[in-house]
């Protein structure tokens, strides 16, 4: 079974802030990787698909990027909005998640 | 507008079981691959199964295999996930979720989410 490892687990940063999360498979998937964001209490929300298309809706901070087993999430400019929990998934399997604070 | 709503959560006791029941509007139902995926709480995501649109292939998680079985009723815009065998371990949310679909069919990228509900397994 393929394997999806996140790092950070968790970040603190600033409104603002560049910040990039990291997300590894135990082996190639090509592009098949999605991201996803989820706030407390609601369901996830589709980010990117295919490692680097922008989801229907999402802003254009949001960018996605990596092929084989090295992937990352960027958002260019955080905002107060987007202090969540993010998880990458791949076919059946997600990571175990990426938790983005208030500094 | 894409609305799933799961309904069919509760208190059940080890060994007991549950239905599960996602109603489905806003899409064509027929045409996209759906799936449940749960959330312990305080835990990640785990993916637990899908069928695919016409219902005909389906896909469980090793976790599940043997005690849930999930169907769909494309006359009724419904999915839903019958849950046997139910242990403290399958404590979550359960979340109906709609696939991407596309050209590629089954894809594997989530892009609706019910609310979730809630199950519960403890005596």
């Known amino acids: 079974d393929i394997q999806m490892t996140q790092s950070p687990s968790s970040l603190s940063a600033s409104v603002g802030d560049r910040v990039t999360i990291t997300c590894r498979s135990s082996?190639?998937?090509?592009?098949?990787l999605s991201w996803y964001q989820q706030k407390p209490g609601k369901a996830p929300e589709l980010l990117i698909y295919?490692?680097?298309s922008l989801h229907s809706g999402v802003p254009s901070r949001f960018s996605g990027s990596g092929s084989g087993t090295h992937f990352t999430l960027t958002i260019s400019s955080l905002q107060p909005e987007d202090f969540a929990t993010y998880y990458c998934?791949?076919?059946?399997?997600f990571g175990g998640g990426t938790r983005v604070e208030i500094k | 507008e894409v609305q799933l709503v799961e309904s069919g959560g509760g208190l059940v006791q080890p060994g007991g079981s549950l239905r599960l029941t996602c109603s489905a509007s806003?899409?064509?139902?027929?045409?996209?691959?759906m799936h449940w995926i749960r959330q312990a709480p305080g835990k990640g995501l785990e993916y637990v199964s899908a069928?695919?649109?016409?219902?005909?292939?389906?896909y469980y998680a090793d976790s599940v295999r043997g005690r849930f079985t999930i169907s769909r009723d494309n006359s009724k815009n419904t999915v839903s996930l019958e849950m046997n065998s139910l242990r403290a371990g399958d404590t979550a949310v359960y979340y109906c979720?709609?696939?991407?679909?596309?050209?590629?069919?089954?894809?594997?990228?989530?892009?609706?989410w019910g609310q979730g509900t809630l199950v519960t397994v403890s005596s």
């Open positions: 295919a490692a680097s």
């Open positions: 082996q190639s998937i090509t592009n098949y």
């Open positions: 998934q791949q076919g059946a399997t």
């Open positions: 069928i695919s649109s016409n219902g005909r292939i389906t």
């Open positions: 979720v709609k696939d991407l679909g596309g050209p590629a069919g089954w894809q594997y990228y989530f892009d609706s």
């Open positions: 806003g899409f064509t139902f027929t045409t996209y691959a």
